[in-house]
């Protein structure tokens, strides 16, 4: 006998695929594994990576002032900083210049005169320009002093300024320790960005000589000195 086929019903149609709705909000994505992250970093994060000298700090600036700023530095350190003298400074640059650097010291009415003057030519506009160095215990421990004066200009000194370094002088308990090459450096630095470019001084005994050949001083055997006292000019050391 013969079975029957048993019809079967017709498949049903499936119902198309919704379409896209772009005004739909996309879904929150999946976070980024370490590897996105890192690739994620920085414009300056990923410079550095690939040249390490990029987490360098930047070269210091070059040229005359920086250098002699350089070495008041590496020869004093920050404890003998050098900074600007003021009229404050004056009576502390008078005692050093008459302990260290006069042949005969001052008396008291005289170091009294030589502060009162100082201390209004170190005034702005004054003529007079000083770098010192502050001992720890108070006071200075050195010191650095120029008289700028105005001479007739030619090609080597257009702006006709002329400096005479006047007294550099240092406490003999800070010696030996680069207070005096920091204080000069930096007197020479701000006198050369004024413009002057005519420098004298009086080196007092050999122990200094080195010290101003280094800075670029030499020797003249042209310039000659002469103290003279008379009547109307008074006495006293000069």
Same mark, same amino acid.
């Given at each position: 006998?013969?079975?029957?086929?048993?019809?079967?019903? /017709?498949?049903?149609? *499936?119902?198309?695929?919704?379409?896209?709705?772009?005004?739909?909000? /996309?879904?929150?994505?999946?976070?980024?594994?370490?590897?996105?992250?890192?690739?994620?970093?920085?414009?300056?994060?990923?410079?550095? *990576? %690939?040249?390490?000298?990029? %987490? #360098?700090?930047?070269?210091?600036?070059?040229? /005359?002032?920086?250098? *002699?700023?350089r070495v008041a530095e590496a020869g004093a350190g920050r404890l003998f900083a050098p900074r600007v003298a003021?009229?404050?400074?004056?009576?502390?640059?008078? *005692?050093?210049?008459?302990?260290? @650097?006069?042949?005969?010291?001052?008396?008291?009415?005289?170091?009294?005169?030589?502060?009162?003057?100082?201390?209004? #030519?170190?005034?702005?506009?004054? $003529?007079?320009?000083?770098?010192?160095? $502050?001992?720890?215990?108070?006071?200075?421990?050195?010191?650095?002093?120029?008289?700028?004066?105005?001479?007739?200009?030619? /090609?080597?000194?257009?702006?006709?300024?002329?400096?005479? @370094?006047?007294?550099?002088?240092?406490?003999?308990?800070?010696?030996? #320790?680069?207070?005096?090459?920091?204080?000069?450096?930096?007197?020479?630095?701000?006198?050369?960005?004024?413009?002057?470019?005519?420098?004298?001084?009086?080196?007092?005994?050999?122990?200094?000589?080195?010290?101003?050949?280094?800075?670029?001083?030499?020797?003249?055997?042209?310039?000659?000195?002469?103290?003279?006292?008379?009547?109307?000019?008074?006495?006293?050391?000069s």
């Open positions: 006998m013969e079975r029957s086929a048993v019809p079967q019903s /017709p498949a049903a149609p *499936r119902s198309p695929a919704a379409p896209p709705n772009p005004a739909a909000p /996309p879904g929150p994505a999946a976070p980024p594994g370490p590897e996105a992250q890192r690739d994620a970093a920085s414009p300056q994060d990923s410079a550095a *990576r %690939q040249n390490p000298a990029a %987490q #360098r700090s930047p070269a210091p600036p070059q040229g /005359p002032a920086s250098c *002699r700023s003021t009229p404050a400074d004056a009576g502390e640059i008078a *005692r050093l210049r008459s302990e260290f @650097i006069l042949s005969e010291r001052l008396d008291d009415h005289w170091l009294a005169v030589c502060r009162e003057q100082l201390a209004a #030519r170190l005034v702005p506009g004054g $003529d007079a320009r000083a770098y010192v160095v $502050d001992a720890p215990a108070g006071g200075l421990a050195a010191c650095a002093l120029g008289l700028v004066q105005a001479v007739l200009p030619a /090609p080597a000194y257009p702006k006709g300024l002329a400096v005479r @370094i006047h007294s550099v002088a240092t406490e003999p308990a800070y010696r030996r #320790r680069g207070c005096a090459r920091a204080a000069l450096s930096a007197l020479l630095t701000h006198l050369e960005e004024e413009g002057v470019t005519l420098y004298e001084l009086y080196a007092h005994g050999e122990g200094s000589a080195p010290l101003y050949a280094s800075l670029g001083f030499a020797g003249d055997p042209a310039l000659m000195r002469m103290t003279r006292l008379t009547a109307r000019t008074g006495t006293h050391a």
